[in-house]
């Protein structure tokens, strides 16, 4: 994924896929994501699919496509190495959780006008 830049609106496409590498049906789900600065550390942005940032790309998810969408106020702050990932809650205790990796943010390289 290439490296996000801070302070801007930034959208995060995911593609959750079961083990075997098919579409993982998401339907009836409710998605958490979250980025922290390690794998162990509490989270610094929470996002979920109640209208919170995280939305079906088709719902209602049968494709596991997905979109994060931050703001620029959200990611002004951002800079550097982060660790992401989302969960699908089905209900009656029925989860998975996707550790999707690193995320890099970096300040613009184009100057202000």
Partial sequence: MANQIAGTNIEIDLTLQTEA????????ATLTWRLAR???????????SGGNGVTFVNPPGVDGLV??????????DLQGTYYHEIKADYG????KTWQLGTLV???SSVGAD
């Avoid at 979109?67 to 002004?76: I, K, N, R, W």
């Avoid at 009656?92 to 989860?95: D, I, L, P, Q």
């Fill in 21 to 28: 590498a098919a579409a993982q049906d998401l339907t009836g």
């Fill in 38 to 48: 390690a794998y162990s550390v509490p989270s610094i942005l929470n996002r979920d």
């Fill in 67 to 76: 979109t994060v969408a931050l703001t620029p106020v959200e990611s002004l």
């Fill in 92 to 95: 009656g205790g029925n989860e």
């Fill in 105 to 107: 943010f970096v300040e």
